[in-house]
């Protein structure tokens, strides 16, 4: 007995030392190769153990990883289950109504008859458009006291610009970076006093940026110099370059037009039979037809390269040094009045615009110069190399005369070159040139304000505090994704805005 026991023993050990190599080897095979040979033993091409042999795995492992395959098989053409079965149950309280009708109105669009119909017949359950109306008072009582204790002394460069509802201006202020908006005011009027009173509120929660950005609105202007008077507000560079577009392919709809009628007029004179004083007076018209057009198309040409020329040359991000644009921009504006005329007031108009705004227009460009002149310092290059560098960045990065002064540059720099890059690039990233973030808010805020015909200032600090508390599900930006201004604006995070208002949010257990 004794005997029989030990070989018993010695035979379960042998047994077991023999198999620990193949559980090793399948403990260590990865999810796809674990797939594979469910799926050769599902199509049945190979014999089980030569699955086994080939994997250097037990014949039972094999089994097991049919087994899997077979089960999730079973599983994805099994009958699906009825739409009618209980996903999860939702505790619906008078708190969570209210935090829909904040939903509703805040992230759907919805009005608020859209609001009651849909309590009506999803839920049940009667409201009244007054009773939206109040959650919605008492939701934008809470938010104007965030707004209004939320710092700002962290805004370096503010975007200020005017938009429009129902003929009433509304004065808004963004910031720039992290496109936090600190100013959502509607407002009677748009003039120095106006701007100026708004502007004092928002110092007074540390509002003090080192310049800002505005469009050539006189009353903009003269109430940040009265309540700001040693900063700086820059020109806007989009309405500018948007307004010698217009004027540029406006001109070339004309020449078209010219070009047009003299066509028709020869195909006429080609046509008609006509006596000799008909045919004379036709080819006077024909002649001063030709001259209108050839005058319309040499000044469409002209207005139009120089249209190139402003944007690429003398607004562009990456260009040459200040006084070089200055230089520029004098040049355009002098041909453009050579070509005004008394029957161009559109050429004429842009023209003084761009005599009155040339130093704010160009105000960016001296701030990209002490910053390529600082990169300069740190790195102990001459400015030109750097400036070379910032020139650069004007070449698509996909061409070949990109890549062959990349070349160029690199052997110049040598180990500087990248260090160089990254600061410079940097340096763009953070010198705007344009309060296009303005315009952006506004098309967002288009999506409320087309439902009602008045705003209040209560709803529009609401709809500032949801702006600024919202997370970005997508952006050009990637540091921006999934983040809100609040938190770009602090650097820290916050509690969901539901939260912020006072609501607990439900969560499935």
């Known amino acids: 007995m004794v005997i029989t026991s030990e070989c018993d023993r010695f035979q379960r050990a042998f047994a077991i030392a023999s198999m620990s190599p193949a559980l090793s080897i399948a403990a260590s095979l990865s999810p796809d190769v674990r797939q594979d040979i469910g799926i050769q033993v599902l199509s049945r091409s190979q014999p089980i153990s030569h699955i086994a042999a080939t994997h250097q795995v037990s014949r039972k492992f094999v089994y097991q990883q049919g087994d899997k395959a077979q089960?999730?098989?079973?599983?994805?053409?099994?009958?699906?289950?009825?739409d009618d079965e209980v996903i999860f149950h939702l505790p619906v309280t008078k708190n969570w109504l209210y935090q829909l009708i904040l939903g509703l109105v805040l992230i759907c669009h919805s009005s608020y008859r859209n609001v009651v119909e849909l309590f009506r017949d999803l839920f049940d359950t009667s409201i009244s458009i007054g009773t939206v109306h109040n959650r919605l008072e008492a939701a934008a009582a809470t938010a104007t006291e965030i707004n209004q204790t939320q710092a700002l002394s962290s805004i370096e460069v503010g975007l200020h610009d005017e938009i429009y509802q129902s003929?009433?201006?509304?004065?808004v202020g963004v910031d720039a970076a992290s496109t936090y908006c600190y100013l959502l005011k509607r407002v009677e009027h748009r003039d120095e006093d106006t701007w100026g009173w708004h502007l004092l509120d928002v110092m007074a929660q540390g509002f003090d940026p080192k310049y800002t950005i505005a469009d050539g609105g006189s009353g903009l202007s003269a109430g940040q110099k009265a309540a700001?008077?040693?900063?700086?507000?820059?020109?806007?560079?989009?309405?500018?370059?948007?307004?010698?577009?217009q004027v540029a392919n406006g001109l070339a709809?004309?020449?078209?037009g010219a070009t047009t009628q003299r066509i028709k007029l020869e195909q006429k004179i080609a046509q008609a039979k006509l006596t000799n004083s008909m045919t004379q007076k036709l080819t006077i018209q024909q002649v001063k037809a030709k001259r209108r057009e050839a005058g319309?198309?040499?000044?469409?040409?002209?207005?139009?390269?120089?249209?190139?020329?402003?944007s690429l040359d003398v607004l562009a991000l990456a260009g040459p040094d200040l006084a070089v644009r200055q230089e520029l921009f004098d040049f355009i504006e002098a041909e453009l009045q050579q070509r005004e005329g008394k029957q161009y007031p559109t050429i004429r108009k842009l023209r003084k615009a761009l005599h009155n705004q040339r130093d704010q227009l160009l105000a960016f460009a001296g701030v990209l110069d002490q910053k390529l002149a600082a990169i300069a310092t740190s790195f102990e290059l001459p400015l030109q190399a750097v400036r070379d560098v910032c020139l650069l960045h004007r070449k698509p990065n996909t061409?070949?005369?990109?890549?062959?002064?990349?070349t160029q540059l690199h052997s110049?720099?040598?180990?500087?070159?990248?260090?160089?890059?990254e600061a410079v690039d940097e340096a763009l990233k953070q010198t705007p040139r344009a309060s296009s973030m303005v315009e952006n808010l506004n098309s967002r805020l288009r999506n409320y304000f087309f439902l009602r015909r008045s705003l209040g200032d209560s709803y529009l600090s609401?709809?500032?505090?949801f702006c600024n508390h919202r997370c970005f599900l997508r952006s050009r930006v990637p540091e921006r994704v999934g983040k809100s201004p609040k938190q770009l604006l602090t650097g820290q995070p916050h509690p969901h805005w539901l939260e912020l208002l006072g609501f607990e949010r439900f969560q499935r257990a």
Request: net charge neutral; glycine share 4%.
């Open 253 to 256: 709809r004309l020449a078209q």
């Open 296 to 310: 319309l198309v040499a000044r469409a040409q002209d207005v139009k390269i120089l249209c190139q020329w402003f």
């Open 462 to 465: 609401l709809l500032q505090f």
């Open 71 to 82: 089960r999730s098989l079973d599983e994805s053409f099994a009958p699906s289950q009825g």
């Open 399 to 406: 061409s070949n005369a990109y890549w062959e002064r990349w």
């Open 167 to 171: 003929d009433k201006p509304v004065l």
């Open 228 to 245: 700001m008077p040693q900063t700086p507000c820059h020109g806007d560079v989009f309405h500018i370059q948007q307004q010698f577009e």
């Open 412 to 421: 110049e720099l040598s180990r500087k070159f990248y260090g160089v890059m």
